[in-house]
Nanobody, 122 residues
Framework: QVYLVESGGGLVQPGGSLSLSCAASGTIFSINAMGWYRQAPGKERELVGSITGGGATNYADSVKGRGTISRDNAENTVYLQMNDLKPEDTAVYYC????????????????WGQGTQVTVSA
């Protein structure tokens, strides 16, 4: 089994910053891409950003210039730093990871964390 646990959510004032982390544990041989998604009430889950095993990043237009994704491969952890937070950033933030569980099987399986609530409000 593979487990992903997010941390760092909470209440942030508009214009403030947040830092989220997500650590993967369990039966892990290697991790390919990792990413952050968010889901606001009544809306579909949407991509915030992703990062490949080689370090290439991709961001949603709504967070470009405000968000930064990084990873620590030794710790199987992905981070999300966001600045200048806006009320529309309020959502449950989820991380995911494409995980190889065996050295002999190259196929990767997608795992999701349980989510962490981020609320941007004065």
């Amino acid at each position: 089994q593979v487990y992903l646990v997010e941390s760092g959510g909470g209440l942030v004032q508009p214009g403030g910053s947040l830092s989220l982390s997500c650590a993967a544990s369990g039966t892990i041989f290697s991790i390919n891409a990792m990413g952050w998604y968010r889901q606001a009430p009544g809306k579909e889950r949407e991509l915030v950003g992703s990062i490949t095993g080689g370090g290439a990043t991709n961001y949603a237009d709504s967070v470009k210039g405000r968000g930064t994704i990084s990873r620590d491969n030794a710790e199987n952890t992905v981070y999300l730093q966001m600045n200048d937070l806006k009320p529309e950033d309020t959502a449950v933030y989820y991380c995911n990871a494409e995980v190889r569980v065996s050295a002999w099987y190259t196929g990767a399986q997608l795992y999701w964390g349980q989510g962490t609530q981020v609320t941007v409000s004065a």
